[in-house]
């Protein structure tokens, strides 16, 4: 069993930065893509920023410029660190993982518990 463990949410002044990181831990498994979504408020989640296992990356509009992903293979740890933040960037963050192990066929989407991001103005 596979579990990821995210840290590095908080409350922060518009303007300012946070880093994020997503842990996993668990046996016998290799991790494919991560990403990070975070939902809003009465909002759906939505995609914020997605890395390949060779270190491709992609953001969604409102973060470019501002935010930027990176992964560490060796630790199985993602990040994200966030700067210049907006208060329409306040949510709840989720980091996602695309796993693969020997104890299943295929691959497997795997998320973390969610840490809130809160952005005054």
């Known amino acids: 069993q596979v579990q990821l463990v995210e840290s590095g949410g908080g409350l922060v002044q518009a303007g300012g930065s946070l880093r994020l990181s997503c842990a996993a831990s668990?046996?016998?498994?290799?991790?494919?893509?991560m990403a990070w979504h975070r939902q809003a408020p009465g909002r759906q989640r939505e995609l914020v920023a997605q890395?390949?296992?060779?270190?491709?990356?992609t953001y969604a509009d409102s973060v470019k410029g501002r935010f930027s992903i990176s992964r560490d293979n060796t630790k199985k740890t993602l990040y994200m660190e966030m700067n210049n933040l907006k208060p329409e960037d306040t949510a709840v963050y989720y980091c996602n993982f695309a796993i693969s192990s020997r104890f299943y066929a295929g691959s497997r989407n795997y998320w973390g518990q969610g840490t809130q991001v809160t952005v005054s103005s």
């Open positions: 890395i390949t296992h060779g270190g491709v990356t």
């Open positions: 668990g046996r016998d498994f290799s991790i494919n893509f």
